[in-house]
């Protein structure tokens, strides 16, 4: 069992490892929701052994795509920083395609059309 | 891109790798809907490149608890053939609880040990 | 606009056109619930012209497979009176399950099995 | 059974039915996902005989509205060709939403609604 | 039983109530879809006691909070004349997040922050 | 803030004010989904002011009827410890019901009829 006392500090890590920085966009739209989501989601599921970060990522992004919600950006986005290509995404939607049905994945793959142009406007911004 | 006439054969060798024999429930259940299930989920998704047969289990599992099926129990049972074990499906229910709410966790977690104590008698029943 | 005196009449017409009898089930589970659906659901929306019984069904029967109730089992045991066949309704849940996942085309063809293994039973004891 | 060999051409043919040229959007979006949406969900499941294109019409609008998805647009936007008029598709709205709950319907009629304003639009500009 | 006679007169009091005037962006969107739901959602259920309307928004706004539908946020900007304040509806969305996913929380929390937003420019407008 | 050290604590309260005792049969299932409900879900969000244990469980209950789940039989079980009556949650189901689809209130409504024959054949044999 995980120390309950080093919650935040581990749920800050995991965001670190992720690529998140602090998830300041998530403590901006509300910092209770933001303290719930980092000492539990992170602090004490996404910091468990027994799964690898890319792994419980990959599961992640299946309940996402699954949920159909926006909330899968931010994964898209970051998903590389745990070692997961876009081409890797595209094959986590077509298999979870058929499970969850095929507007789900359409759906998916819009967004990640989406993460990818923004990823490349950036880009070309900072050169 | 995947050779289509071969797609029968390619389902056949994945559900073989999985442990499901040729998944002969479904096919007593219904005849087209095993075929469409064999030669397009598996035949064409599950077999191709770019994730390996254990994280699409993963991916699966993750899906299936978010519907909260009990469709879910014949991956459960066999997930260890691809290197999966029942702490490790534990890991997928706890990280997918909080994306896909925590009474699917609880639902997924009565099939699992369902499909534990099933085996458990199985194994019973052999000596 | 139909005339919402008529609303409980409307219903109960519907419901003797789709052999369901009075739907006394559900007027045993709850006498409000039944009233409310008779009432409204069925006096009102089932009542509407502009899709045929036929079609009104096929529609109802698509929601219910997506969203993977027991709740579709009268459904299914009596959409034969309004001329849709076991076959047809297997065809609506291979064209659904696309749409709303496998599993829950899986789930509704189990549903279906158990309603045509449900109605020999009863023939076999008339006999 | 139908053949394996032709599914994307009995793909394409449905798609020319339906109005939607080669769907080239999907295509746009991901080429994979465009092969597997035409070759299985339309060169196979559409393609199968025993419910006219307007019933499995019917049956997709119904899966879709339920499942509450953007995606729902390109139906609505060309059901039209299977003999499917927009109060026709008001009709469908009403009777999911019984079943599917009343923001399912609120949605899928605010698509509706966008959808008849750019068909006008379209008519419009082409004056 | 309440007199089915007087439903739209009691559904359109509820509205009152409720601080929705008579609902008019349902009935432009489409004015069948306003008569069934202002007889019957609200004229049947809404208007039934057992619940007070305090209650029966915190259970709107639950179920709506599940089904992540845009469809909340004429009930997120009028909660405030049942009672409700927006701390409250924090609350119901910490409390439903656990129950419904994490991501349902988040799309809410964002509807809730735009809904405040729109509330603050349309109060400095007036000034 | 609520102090995290005492989570446990708390939850293990508000278990025993809503009648679960400790909530032996979760324990049972899976000793770290219970750690993680009863710290997590009842020590801190259960625990947390702002809305009554009565409202909170309207809330719930409001959610699992929507997802359907048979996760809710716990809660139906010992609702009347928090004040709310069989009767009001009949009212809970049909106001939900309108929501989350009339499937979702059927379900919901047997769940009911089940939990309280189920407490009859308990007093009977008490006696």
Do not use: C
Request: hydrophobic share 40%; no cysteine; net charge positive.
């Amino acid at each position: 069992m995980l120390d309950p006392k080093h919650r935040r500090a581990r749920g800050l890590a995991i965001y670190k490892k992720m690529g998140w920085d602090t998830n300041p966009d998530l403590k901006a739209l509300d910092p209770e929701l933001w303290r719930l989501t980092t000492e539990f989601v992170f602090g004490e599921v996404w910091s468990r052994p027994g799964l690898s970060l890319r792994e419980r990522e990959l599961v992640t992004l299946a309940v996402l795509i699954t949920l159909g919600t926006e909330g899968m950006d931010l994964h898209l986005r970051h998903a590389g920083k745990l070692g997961i290509t876009d081409d890797e995404i595209r094959e986590v939607i077509y298999q979870a395609m058929y499970y969850a049905g095929q507007p789900r994945g359409l759906f998916a793959m819009k967004r990640l059309k989406g993460v990818i142009a923004e990823r490349k406007r950036t880009r070309r911004a900072r050169r």
